[in-house]
């Protein structure tokens, strides 16, 4: 990946932290940009990869993804400095729970996990090599222990009614949408004939990332009854790096990876509802205020 851009969401802790390491590590002429809300912490991601992997080219830019304003800055920043093209976008940033309504409006978990990157991933296809991937980081969550779980519409979860603002499901809601967004943006760039490709991964629980921060007595526990969904932070974040890097396209296109680069793995039977994915990304795109040509993607990818 000599010469490669890639930009990572969420890359100042956790998966996202290493997972930018290993990316610089690949190569010292490799870009990376560490897309982060936390400036602070972003510059002491970016001295730490650089120190530890001897790559100068890395670099911070903020990016609030529960801010649409934020997303479409950086997306304009970007632009203006000709930064491009990007080879790979990891969507790795999220948020496990949520209760004030964000800057615009929104639910907090839905606008942070799905929308933010929904909207900087279209407003960066224009940005993106021929050949680009866009990695978006699921989780197994998406179908959580228990009944199966059932779809509130998307309006349910930009603006929660009473009682479900409140459960744990609307981060394996938000789980599912990024599975949608994989899946139908898939499906449009591949009808418009683009090269570019999109694949979710699922890292697995770590409970050795701050992500969720769980007390040790309990992370214990739930690396017990949990067994089958854990997983750890190293050999996630490589998994999740070599998709980043994969120079073959066929073998991630719309996939699911779990916890591995190599076998891809069948989500949910509700993640591929086309209805459910086709209403997320019409109500998405007029959040978003994206104007969606007939083959539903930019203008500027349309034929």
Known sequence: MAGELVVVTGANSG????????????????????????PERAEAARLSIESTTGNARVRTMPLDLSSMDSVRRFAARFTAEALGPIDALVCNAGISRGSAPTVDGLDPVFETNHLGSFLLTLSLLG?????????????????????????????????????????GLRYSWSKLCNLYFVYELSRRLRANGSGIVAAAFNPGLMTETNFATIPTPLASIMKRVFASRVGAL???????????????????????????????????ELSYDLGNA????????????????GTGLPGRLAS
């Not at 610089?24 to 897309?35: C, E, G, K, N, Q």
């Not at 998406?142 to 459960?167: D, I, M, Y």
């Open 15 to 38: 998966l996202g932290l290493e997972t930018a390491r290993k990316l610089a590590a690949r190569s010292p002429d490799t870009t990376v940009i560490l897309a982060c809300r936390n």
């Open 127 to 167: 940005a993106m090599a021929p050949a680009g991937r866009v990695i978006a980081v699921s989780s197994d969550m998406h179908q959580p222990p228990g009944p199966k779980l059932a779809w509130p519409g998307t309006e349910a979860l930009v603006h929660p009614p009473r009682g479900l603002s409140a459960r």
């Open 234 to 268: 190293e050999s996630s974040s490589a998994a999740l790096t070599e998709l980043a890097a994969s120079r073959d396209s066929a073998a991630i296109e719309g996939l699911y990876f779990d916890r591995n680069a190599s076998r891809p793995r069948r989500s949910s």
């Open 278 to 293: 086709g209403e997320l990304w019409q109500l998405s795109a007029r959040l978003a205020n994206i104007d969606l040509p």
